[in-house]
């Protein structure tokens, strides 16, 4: 069974830096892309970036473009997202989602919720 | 950058009804576009892909259709889980973007 788990919950101050996790299981990792969504309180689905663990060739929406990094370590078949400095609008639920063979989002994670505040 | 506008931003109807949500592209994205359900605390799921093909268990009630700049997702006949928001979105290749429209919510009426 396919499956995308990822890191807890966040709470963060401004400024500080964060790196959040999701494994994968069930299907070879380093075979499919994975791509990470940004949903903000209340509003809709932003794609960040996307990663090919096979090769960490990755690619960034130009709107998180240097805002964000999105690595992965295929050893333990876990890909991340970290900020070095976070602000207070990064505050959203962040999902990690397997691009299947179709080019499709087919297997997401359960999604990380960070909030950031003073 | 390729814009996808949905519309209507939110549809009222009630069980049993016909739903029509339509996606439409700032330019051709030929066949290559999937729509999304997402419930209140859930991550998305994916219902149609290649804009009408259905995934891996999917009820036939789900229906997708159209190309080029133009499509549709249709849902026959309403049933009370079906109350959500949808989402359409494409991945082209070159440069890589994918990106989402902003979604239409269904609401029951």
């Known amino acids: 069974e396919v499956q995308l788990v990822q890191s807890g919950a966040e709470v963060k101050k401004p400024g500080e830096s964060l790196k959040i996790s999701c494994k994968g299981s069930?299907?070879?990792?380093?075979?499919?892309?994975i791509g990470w969504v940004r949903q903000m309180p209340g509003k809709g689905l932003e794609w960040m970036g996307i990663?090919?663990?096979?090769?960490?060739?990755?690619r960034y929406s130009p709107s998180f473009q240097g805002q964000v990094t999105i690595s992965a370590d295929k050893s333990i078949s876990t890909a991340y997202l970290q900020w070095s400095s976070l602000k207070a609008s990064d505050t959203a639920m962040y999902y990690c989602?397997?691009?299947?063979?179709?080019?499709?989002?087919?297997?997401w994670g359960q999604g990380t919720l960070v909030t950031v505040s003073s | 950058e390729i814009v996808l506008t949905q519309s209507p931003a939110t549809l009222s109807l009630s069980p049993g009804e016909r739903a029509t949500l339509s996606c439409r592209a700032s330019?051709?994205?030929?066949?290559?576009l999937a729509w999304y359900q997402q419930k209140p605390g859930q991550a998305p799921r994916l219902l149609i892909y290649?804009?009408?093909n259905r995934a891996t268990g999917i009820p036939a009630r789900f229906s997708g259709s159209g190309s080029g700049t133009d499509f549709t997702l249709t849902i026959s006949s309403l049933e009370p889980e079906d109350f959500a928001v949808y989402y359409c979105?494409?991945?082209?290749?070159?440069?890589?973007?994918?990106?989402f429209g902003q979604g239409t919510r269904l609401e029951i009426k």
């Open positions: 330019q051709s994205v030929s066949s290559y």
């Open positions: 979105q494409q991945r082209s290749n070159w440069p890589l973007s994918i990106t």
């Open positions: 290649d804009a009408s």
């Open positions: 990663i090919y663990p096979g090769d960490s060739d990755t």
């Open positions: 069930g299907y070879s990792f380093t075979s499919y892309w």
């Open positions: 989602a397997r691009e299947g063979t179709d080019r499709y989002f087919d297997y």
